[in-house]
């Protein structure tokens, strides 16, 4: 009958891992009927049911005695029948209790970052994540969700090997294909998002996202080309493109089965952007350093309206090194540096700017943009910190450092940014919008109700604050 029986679990397992999970389910429960104490038949049994969508199942089998399990791959199960049910709190429990008892079972341990995501702790999430990717190398659908992570938190880089990754075992992925063109774009690398989404029309020549992209990189350049039209005294906005597809649906992980590894808004959903870096500015008027920005600023406009940005860097080049004030120079070079996609070369001249006067806060400001781009979410979060301590009016590295707070879920920290922006810039509806959305998190309804009123007082037309009030009056969001 053992005899019997293993041959009855092998055949079960075989029908697993050839996605057969109704067939591997009445495989396993056979044996689990014959043998109730087979912990390898009970584990693949629930394993099927949620595949198969069927997590009640799972959690009136398990939940009753699972104080009592100490397999942490069963507890793994339970947790994401509870996660399937957008009971996350219970989830992250197991999930942690799990990969305690499983510590090198590299799927808990990510189920358990994608869980911590879902309810909000992004932080510790990506420390999960991690953590579980030396575990799993080979896990092509991890790669992906990872890429996803890695895109809401604006870490265009990361995102980019992460779905590579995920795409040399899955080339035919023509979705995952245009989203990697999205986040090369985002991470400055234009010509190979092109080159991406060339191959996506190769392939199938009526992709449409394919072509939507193509369009917006083609309106980019020729938004690039008329740059030399900017007035002076303008921001040289930050580069890493314009694509804005529509949000890609997040990809299933593996070990969640059809659960998505994640949700909420993608970065393509946010009203509001990182702000383009900021103009030049001196905060003491006296400093003989604010009339050498102001100088410089009015040469370099100069240089672009009748040249280009690579002849605008070549002229800050040769003033480097013989300038009174070489922070400004530097500080400049580095935001053209950026506009001309040369991240790492732009990264050198802030921080040489920094080096050069400790106390420049825009080098610092500029700084922690660019290393936010570049994915350093810590070092630029620090950074930017010690830009608006230099700098207590400085509102560009302010309404910086409360957006990245909020796209990472720190509401907490984003609300006073937010507020002392505000109170500077009392009619920026996109920031109040933003603002009510921190409170919303927050379940601070009536604070964010009144951010939307105010936005309705200032712009009585605007359909999107309309809709947000009537949600909040309803009681939904």
Not at 238 to 262: H, K, Q, R, T, Y
Request: aromatic share 6%; hydrophobic share 45%.
């Amino acid at each position: 009958m053992a005899e019997e029986m293993d041959v009855v679990l092998e055949r079960a397992q075989a029908a697993f891992d050839a996605r057969d999970y109704e067939q591997a389910g009445g495989l396993f429960k056979e044996v689990l009927d014959a043998t109730p104490g087979d912990s390898e038949a009970r584990l693949g049994y629930v394993r099927c049911l949620n595949e198969q969508g069927n997590g009640d199942a799972v959690k009136a089998l398990l939940e009753p005695t699972q104080d009592e399990i100490d397999d942490g791959r069963l507890l793994a199960e339970l947790a994401r029948a509870f996660y399937a049910d957008e009971r996350f709190e219970e989830s992250v429990a197991l999930f942690s209790t799990a990969s305690e008892k499983a510590p090198d079972d590299g799927h808990i341990r990510a189920n358990y970052g994608f869980a911590l995501w879902q309810k909000g702790e992004h932080t510790q999430a990506l420390d999960t994540l991690k953590e579980a990717l030396p575990l799993v190398q080979d896990d092509a659908l991890l790669s992906a969700n990872m890429g996803q992570i890695y895109l809401q938190l604006g870490m265009w880089n990361e995102a980019v090997s992460s779905i590579e990754r995920y795409l040399i075992d899955f080339p035919n992925d023509l979705r995952l294909r245009t989203v990697l063109a999205f986040a090369l774009d985002k991470a400055g690398w234009r010509e190979e998002a092109e080159t991406v989404l060339d191959e996506i029309l190769t392939i199938d020549p009526e992709h449409a996202e394919a072509k939507a992209q193509l369009a917006a990189l083609a309106e980019v350049e020729d938004a690039s080309d008329a740059l030399a039209a900017q007035p002076a005294g303008e921001a040289i906005p930050v580069v890493g493109g314009g694509i804005a597809p529509e949000a890609p649906s997040p990809i299933d992980s593996l070990d969640l089965g059809a659960i998505p590894a994640f949700g909420g808004a993608s970065p393509t959903e946010s009203a509001v952007g990182l702000p383009d870096f900021g103009a030049i500015r001196v905060v003491d008027d006296t400093d003989p350093a604010k009339q050498l920005a102001e100088e410089l600023l009015a040469k370099v406009t100069t240089i672009l309206d009748e040249e280009d940005v690579p002849a605008a860097i070549a002229y800050l080049e040769s003033e480097r090194a013989k300038a009174e004030h070489p922070a400004e120079v530097l500080n400049l070079l580095g935001k053209l540096l950026t506009e001309d996609d040369d991240y790492e070369g732009a990264l050198e001249a802030f921080r040489e700017a920094i080096e050069v006067d400790p106390f420049h806060a825009q080098a610092q400001s500029n700084l922690g943009v660019l290393l936010w781009q570049m994915g350093e979410f810590e070092e630029a979060t620090d950074t930017l910190r010690k830009a608006i301590e230099l700098d207590t009016e400085d509102m560009d590295g302010r309404i910086n450092l409360a957006l990245i707070c909020h796209q990472v879920g720190l509401y907490e920290d984003a609300v006073p940014l937010y507020t002392q922006y505000l109170d500077q810039f009392p009619e920026n509806t996109e920031i109040r919008m933003e603002l009510a959305t921190c409170f919303v998190e927050l379940e601070e309804m009536d604070a964010a109700i009144r951010e939307v009123d105010t936005v309705l007082l200032l712009e009585p037309d605007n359909e999107a604050a309309q809709k947000r009030m009537d949600e909040l009056s309803a009681g939904t969001t």
